[in-house]
């Protein structure tokens, strides 16, 4: 098999590589930056916005796994260009290639479009895989933790002072960044069962983790008891404009991102549970955060 990765330079990109590595798979994968040689990887020069980069990439490719997406913009325009226009691409160029296996990574924030533009980008980009002539699967992951992440890396970091600061409460499904790598390349060898299929992966944790249960368990593997206060809406806001004034484009926490994380379930829905048949949860979330805590650690991130 050849598989054409777009997003793999990423946080799950790169185990998704390591994945594929392990098992064998020949991956051609999109970079816009020049990368060190990976064994089985052929690395294309271009990006979302270039056909031919992107003709070259599905070229000879057995299936297609689009992982590339936006996840933080200074406005709707980004969002669009990263998630909507980018995947319309990459679907435009698998149909006009012999790659019809299309395995999508969208969000779960594409089931709430009118919270954010983020989320409303992860939908319209849905939108143009199920208008394709594919044999498309969508896989929507929860908040993905792990090796390499820089997301609730924030959450460590704030940890170590054991103040945890926490949206309005609701509760949030998980996943491995590992465990998330399998499920992506288990998904791209699945027949025509999986067609069509939008699926919401965890950790097999039922009904998910109270904002506050997530808190404790971050201190617990850093070694601290937090304290892990309930952020109203507003100052989470305000929070929000306060970053992004003094990161800018590097902020990580924007208004868009406080108005998504104010909604009170992303859990998984159970309904679109990937069947235990082609893949099964293997990293639960104490030891999952134990290794993670570590492996900042030995990187000198914390």
Known sequence: MILAVTGATGFVGQAVLDEATQRGIAVRALTRRTQPTCRDVDWISGDLGSHDALAELVHGAD???????????ADMAGFHAGNVAGT???????????????VHVSSLAAREPGLSDYGKSKQQAEEAVRASSLDWTMVRPPAVYG???????????AARFGFVPLPPEGRSSVIHVDDLARLLLD?????????GKVYEPD??????????????AI????GKRVWAPNVPRSLLMAAAKGDRLLRGAKAKLTPDRASYMCHP????????AVPSTIWQPQVRFPEGLAQTAEWYRDAGWL
């Open 203 to 216: 950790d097999g944790t039922p009904k998910g983790l109270s904002h506050s249960q997530l808190a404790e």
């Open 265 to 272: 379930d992303w859990v998984s829905d159970p309904e679109k």
């Open 219 to 222: 201190g617990a593997a850093m």
């Open 187 to 195: 998904m791209v060898g699945e027949g025509a069962e999986t067609f």
């Open 63 to 73: 299936a297609v796994l689009h992982i590339a997406g936006v996840v933080n913009a």
């Open 147 to 157: 090796p390499r992440d820089t997301e609730v890396f924030e959450l460590f970091k």
């Open 88 to 102: 319309e691409a990459v679907v435009a160029a698998a149909e006009a290639s012999e790659a019809k296996r299309f």
